[in-house]
C-alpha cells in the first residue's frame, strides 16, 4: 500500500504514540511512524465531519467537567 503523499499534520507531544494524517485523492489516511501501518479512513468530508463532531463533544464534557467536578 502507497502512503499517502498530500498534506500531514502531527502533535509530537509524545515520542511513540505521534499519528499522520494525510490526504489524498479525496481520502484521509492515518499512519505512525516507524511502521509500516497505514490506515485509509474514509472520504475526506466523512472524516473532517467525524473529527469535528469529537472536538465538539471533548469541548463540551470539559466545560460540563468545570462546572461539576465529580463527587467521591
Same mark, same amino acid.
Given at each position: 500500500m502507497a502512503i499517502p503523499d498530500? #498534506? *500531514?499534520f502531527s502533535h509530537g507531544s509524545e515520542p511513540?504514540?505521534?499519528i499522520i494524517? #494525510? *490526504?489524498r485523492d479525496g481520502f484521509v489516511w492515518a499512519s505512525w511512524p516507524d511502521t509500516n501501518?497505514?490506515?485509509r479512513l474514509g472520504r475526506h468530508e466523512?472524516?473532517?465531519a467525524m473529527m469535528q463532531d469529537f472536538l465538539d463533544q471533548d469541548s463540551l464534557g470539559r466545560?460540563?467537567?468545570r462546572h461539576h467536578p465529580p463527587t467521591e
Open positions: 498530500a #498534506s *500531514s511513540g504514540l505521534e494524517f #494525510s *490526504s501501518a497505514t490506515v466523512m472524516v473532517a466545560r460540563l467537567g
